[in-house]
């Protein structure tokens, strides 16, 4: 999957490579060691990520996020396929193919 293409709840994403990421209180900051760049995310966030250590299908991802916060699912697929789609563009996260999970 390219880049410009669109994160869907069937797609199977994992934590990028080339990444160094450290928490700090409930928060996660994420350096990018090839694009010598800087991110940080809130509790919710790093949730996310420490969940991506092992691909998962974005859909997958989600029921496990509505469970454990108070969000509808509605809310939450939006607002996830809206964090992996930035994500993916960054490339902090990566498309895996289901017969390729490494």
């Not at 990028?16 to 010598?36: F, I, Q, R, W, Y």
């Not at 699912?73 to 563009?89: K, N």
């Amino acid at each position: 999957m390219s880049v410009s293409e669109v994160v869907t709840l069937e797609t199977v994403v994992a934590s990028g490579t080339s990444l160094v990421s450290a928490d700090v209180g409930d928060e996660l900051v994420l350096l990018h060691v090839e694009k010598n760049a800087y991110y940080d995310t809130d509790a919710i966030g790093a949730d996310i990520w420490h969940q991506l250590e092992q691909p998962v299908r974005v859909g997958d991802l989600c029921d496990r996020l509505v469970e454990k916060y108070e969000v509808d699912p509605e809310t939450c697929q939006r607002d996830v396929l809206a964090f992996l789609s930035e994500a993916l563009r960054e490339e902090v996260v990566r498309v895996v193919d289901d017969a390729d999970p490494a």
